[in-house]
């Protein structure tokens, strides 16, 4: 089954340029046999498909902006929803007791990436192997990331002996599909995806590059965009400090 593991939907997430149901389309006339719902800090693409009007799989992630180590790709089982998973800024070690007490799933997005949002670019890596063997996967092949980048993860995927996964990253309908992840095995749930990560079966990650993201952009624009989102997620997660520490009141006993 092929999946495109990591779309953000015009619903969900601020950047998102497309409708999820657009991006079915797309996808299922390119063969795909799902893909992997993973708005910012929202749930909100996911919840606006009707899994009714189609026998294509949607399954229901989530791309966490953590406030000391980048973006994480969050899998949580069929059955659970947590609501504070959209409420940015947790740090990795609160979201990865959390995610793990749920029977969940997570692994470092781009991790190789430009700025901050990318794991290997924080202080947090400096931890190292105590922190790395905490994941469950790592997203090795981004299909907006350069080839580098994807080199570099892929290789540091092989070093912790971690599952590999591979997803376009789109934000607009001309991205989707352009990196990919093939089980043999069937994949129908969130459930199914948890289940096969965790059995260590590295899935097909095709070394097909497309490279959509236009990389003839200037210094400028790239340096706006960067410093720009390092702001908006500094003062987002500032003002959701309250919010914040209401709902990590109910999880006191995981992170003692």
């Known amino acids: 089954m092929k999946f495109d593991l990591h779309c953000h939907t015009k619903e969900g997430s601020l950047d998102g340029k497309t409708a999820i149901a657009n991006y079915v389309r797309r996808l299922k006339n390119l063969g795909f046999d799902g893909m992997l719902v993973t708005d910012h800090n929202s749930y909100r693409g996911f919840d606006s498909w ?25 899998i949580l089982p069929d059955h659970v929803t947590l609501s504070l998973l959209k409420v940015r800024g947790l740090s990795v070690y ?5 995610v793990h007490k ?3 799933i997570l692994g470092p997005a781009h991790p190789f990436g430009s700025g901050k949002s990318s794991l ?3 202080k947090s890596a400096k931890a190292g192997r105590k922190l ?20 570099r993860a892929k290789a540091f995927a092989k070093r912790y002996r971690k599952i ?7 934000h607009r309908l001309s991205v989707i599909g352009c990196a990919f992840t093939i089980f043999k095995e069937p994949v129908r749930s ?10 260590g079966i590295q899935p097909e990650i095709p070394d097909v590059w497309t490279k959509i993201l236009q990389k003839e952009n200037s210094w400028a624009h790239d340096f706006f965009i960067y410093s720009g989102y390092w702001i908006y997620h500094h003062i987002l997660t500032f ?3 309250p919010r914040r520490w209401r709902a990590l009141r109910r999880y006191r006993g995981i992170l003692s």
């Open 50 to 74: 009707d899994p009714k009007t189609s026998d294509f799989v949607v399954l229901k992630g989530i791309e966490y902006d953590t406030n000391d180590a980048g973006h994480f790709l969050v």
């Open 94 to 98: 609160q979201l990865e007791r959390i």
């Open 102 to 104: 749920f029977g969940g």
């Open 120 to 122: 290997m670019n924080t």
């Open 132 to 151: 790395f063997e905490t994941f469950d996967f790592i997203e090795s092949f981004n299909g907006c990331e350069p080839v580098l980048s994807n080199v």
């Open 164 to 170: 590999s996964l591979g997803g376009s990253d789109a």
């Open 190 to 199: 969130n459930d199914d995806l948890i289940q096969l990560v965790k059995s």
């Open 239 to 241: 003002l959701n400090y």
